[in-house]
């Protein structure tokens, strides 16, 4: 074995040579502290030294007072051999004396490979044997799913989100203590908003629910969507709504820092191993926890523009007049399987001969009749009295009757007719406006809008993206818009 503060230079080399030296103080330090039960029994997965990171999945082991850990790391930073693999062990065997562990994953074969992982230990791990065993495994208890270690009284459970109900998941008295969730989601399972939802319903509504007020959950995964379910629970971690620790842990950081210098020494030896994928959209979402555009993607993060709620109202104060434009995309029925109906409001402004237009929070997105709509639309139309309020409906077969009605309810309304155009032709057409920054989003309240613009073409609904296309082209049909110069031909400007 390799001396072991090599690898770790803060553990004391004397106190190693008189654990390897006595096994019942092995025993009794390898117990309480995770640090050297990891290094003693897991030794020969440590191939180079430590990095600091490893210091804080070390720390997340041992805080038992700690109920929800999420850490979102680069591939091969042995984040599932420490927390999933190696911890499972310790607190069953260790002092925090977990009874019954739960190791959660997308499929029922990822499940059953992590727990196979744990079990080549306690079947081959001769030191683990010899110094925390016998374990005296039956095979009658070793069953696909499940794993027994009965002289601990403990069960390991594999459970998938394939799974429709796991709420019966016990062993004896016990619920589940410990909740392992390693690689929940993949870049199929995150296509769209319907799967990610079910998928966060079932970890939020299904698997956590398994355990009690004492279960301990930690989250281990990758970085597979902006909005998949860690990214969902690290924003809850950060805005204090759920209390936990969330680590983002890249191998590069914006300063081109090296997370692990102790396996990739240097810039070149990182370049190397890129390599070695000739893929770079995997490598920028696995390696540096960065999105990236797929070629077909028309809207990119970075080509959202953004602005200040208080800066517009302050610019609206001074201002002597302005126009709110709401672009509409119906979908008339109240049926749970129908389409959203999407109505995106943006307030339409002038600096000098240059227009803006300022996309405003919390646009609509909901099941409605033709009635609704029209009612809806009254309101909003009556709720301002400054600013001119027009709209841009989409207008194919029976949706021109919205038109009609919204006219005899006196709401001034431009019917949108697509004219054979497909989806993709209409944004990238909107898109050269968001693009030069004629058209900007809060920094709040348009996170739904901006997800379908920026995920076009790969979720189910993209409704909200319709109605924005729709406020924008009605604009430049009624006009000529361009980040020079606005210039109105039927509606007037104020």
């Not at 989003?441 to 739904?448: A, D, I, R, T, V």
Request: with cysteine.
């Amino acid at each position: 074995m390799e001396p072991l503060d090599d690898f770790f230079p803060e553990v004391d080399p004397e106190l190693i040579k008189q654990i390897l030296n006595d096994p019942k103080l092995l025993v009794a330090v390898t117990r309480q502290s995770f640090l050297y039960f990891f290094l003693i029994f897991f030794g020969e997965y440590i191939t180079c030294p430590f990095a600091s990171f490893h210091r804080q999945l070390i720390e997340i082991a041992q805080d038992n007072n700690l109920k929800r850990a999420v850490v979102v790391a680069f591939r091969s930073s042995a984040k599932s051999t420490m927390l999933n693999t190696a911890y499972t062990l310790w607190a069953i065997m260790g002092v925090q004396g977990k009874k019954h562990v739960v190791i959660a994953s997308r499929t029922q074969r990822q499940a059953y490979d992590h727990l196979q992982q744990i079990a080549r230990e306690v079947e081959k791990n001769e030191l683990l044997k010899k110094y925390l065993g016998p374990f005296n495994e039956g095979s009658d208890r070793w069953s696909a799913g499940v794993r027994i270690i009965p002289n601990y009284e403990a069960r390991i459970t594999a459970v998938s989100a394939e799974q429709e109900n796991i709420r019966g998941v016990r062993e004896g008295p016990h619920r589940p203590d410990l909740i392992i969730v390693d690689d929940i989601e993949d870049s199929v399972s995150t296509n769209n908003r319907e799967m990610r939802d079910k998928a966060y319903r079932w970890v939020t509504g299904e698997l956590l629910m398994i355990g009690d007020v004492d279960t301990k959950a930690i989250f281990l995964g990758n970085f597979v969507h902006d909005d998949c379910i860690l990214a969902r629970l690290g924003k809850l971690i950060k805005e204090k709504k759920m209390n936990g620790i969330y680590l983002l842990i890249p191998l590069l950081d914006a300063d081109e820092k090296i997370a692990w210098p102790g396996k990739f020494p240097s810039l070149e030896a990182v370049d190397e191993y890129r390599k070695g994928f000739g893929d770079d959209v995997r490598w920028f979402r696995e390696f540096l926890l960065k999105h990236v555009a797929d070629e077909y993607q028309i809207i990119r993060p970075e080509d959202i523009q953004y602005y200040d709620s208080e800066a517009l109202g302050d610019f609206l104060r001074v201002e002597t007049g302005g126009l709110l434009l709401t672009g509409i995309d119906p979908a008339i029925s109240g049926k749970e399987t129908a389409d959203y109906t999407a109505m995106v409001t943006g307030h339409m402004v002038y600096d000098g001969d240059n227009g803006k237009i300022f996309i405003l929070q919390n646009p609509i997105n909901e099941r409605m009749s033709f009635y609704d709509l029209v009612q809806r639309a009254v309101a909003m139309q009556q709720s301002r009295s400054r600013p001119y309020h027009h709209f841009f409906v989409e207008s194919v077969q029976m949706q021109m009757a919205i038109v009609q009605m919204l006219e005899r309810a006196g709401v001034p309304a431009t019917a949108m007719n697509p004219h054979g155009s497909d989806k993709y032709a209409r944004l990238r057409l909107a898109s050269i406006y968001i693009k030069n920054g004629t058209v900007k989003f809060p920094k709040k309240g348009c996170e739904e809008l901006i997800r379908q613009l920026i995920n076009f073409g790969m979720e189910n609904h993209d409704d909200l993206v319709d109605a924005l296309v729709y406020l924008i082209l009605g604009v430049v049909e009624s006009g000529d818009l361009t980040v020079q110069r606005v210039h109105w031909i039927d509606i007037p400007r104020f």
